[in-house]
C-alpha cells in the first residue's frame, strides 16, 4: 500500500512565478492538509481539503490556494513566488478530518 | 491561540543511554490531543507517540514513553536504550478536539546519538 506521494520532490522557481504541487494521499483517506516548514523550523499549518472543499486554513495570503479531486488528490498553488516562499512543502492525509494524519516526504522548493 | 515550545533546539546522547526531550504548550481547551514527530533526514514525518489529554496515564511505545502533565501544559519523551537510528529532529505538537483540526508545532529538538 503506498502512502502519501508528493510531486516534485525539489524544484527550483523564479521571483514572481507560479508553482503547483501535488499530492496523492494515502489509500482510503479522504483528507488532506498542507503544511509549510521553513528551514530550522516546524511546520505551519496552510490548509486543509475534506470534499473538494477547503475546509480551514491558516495565516498565509491568498497568493496560496489549493484544490482537491474526486479522487481525492491534492494541488497546492501559489503564485507571484517570494524568496520567503522557500520551504519544505508537507502533504498529510488522513480517513476523516480528525483522524490521525500521515505526512509525505514533501517537497522542497527553492526560489531564486 | 495555541502554541508549542520547544526549549531544547540540540540534543546528544550516548548510544544505549536514555534521554528526555522537554515540551510545553499553551492552551484553553480541556480536551485535546499531543504529538510526538520524528523527521529524519529523509524529510517525511513519523508519528512516535501520541497522548490524549483525557487519559491521566502516560502513552507508551516500545522504548518510548511520555510524562504529561496536564496541569503544567508539559509534554516530555523519554527515549529509552537510544540507538543510532533514533538520531532525527523531533517535534512536539498539539491538536485541538473542537474546531480546527491543524496539527500546531514546536519548533523542534534535533537528537544526535553518540556510538
Known amino acids: 500500500d503506498a502512502g502519501v506521494t508528493q510531486s516534485p520532490t525539489h524544484l527550483i522557481k523564479t521571483r514572481g512565478q507560479q508553482v503547483t504541487l501535488r499530492c496523492s494521499p494515502k489509500s482510503g483517506h479522504d483528507t488532506v492538509s498542507w503544511y509549510q516548514q521553513a528551514l530550522g523550523q516546524g511546520p505551519q499549518f496552510i490548509f486543509q481539503?475534506?470534499?473538494?472543499?477547503?475546509?480551514q486554513r491558516g495565516n498565509f495570503p491568498d497568493r496560496f490556494s489549493g484544490h482537491q479531486f474526486p479522487n481525492y488528490s491534492s494541488e497546492l498553488n501559489v503564485n507571484a513566488l517570494l524568496l520567503g516562499d522557500s520551504a519544505l512543502y508537507l502533504c498529510?492525509?488522513?480517513?476523516?478530518?480528525?483522524?490521525?494524519?500521515?505526512f509525505g516526504q514533501g517537497t522542497r522548493l527553492t526560489v531564486v | 491561540a495555541q502554541t508549542v515550545t520547544q526549549s531544547q533546539p540540540e540534543m546528544s546522547v550516548q548510544e544505549a543511554e536514555t534521554v528526555t526531550l522537554s515540551c510545553t504548550y499553551d492552551?484553553?481547551?480541556?480536551?485535546?490531543?499531543l504529538f510526538w514527530y520524528k523527521q529524519p533526514p529523509s524529510r517525511q514525518m513519523i508519528l512516535v507517540i501520541r497522548q490524549e489529554a483525557y487519559k491521566q496515564q502516560n502513552a507508551t511505545e516500545n522504548r518510548f514513553s511520555v510524562n504529561f502533565q496536564k496541569a503544567a501544559k508539559s509534554f516530555s519523551l523519554k527515549i529509552s536504550d537510544s540507538q543510532l537510528g533514533d538520531a532525527a529532529m523531533y517535534f512536539c505538537?498539539?491538536?485541538?478536539?473542537?474546531?480546527?483540526?491543524?496539527?500546531?508545532f514546536g519548533q523542534g529538538t534535533r537528537l544526535t546519538i553518540n556510538p
Open positions: 498529510a492525509s488522513s480517513l476523516s478530518p480528525r483522524a490521525e494524519a500521515f
Open positions: 505538537a498539539y491538536r485541538g478536539i473542537q474546531g480546527a483540526q491543524k496539527l500546531v
Open positions: 481539503y475534506y470534499e473538494e472543499e477547503e475546509r
Open positions: 492552551t484553553s481547551e480541556s480536551d485535546y490531543y
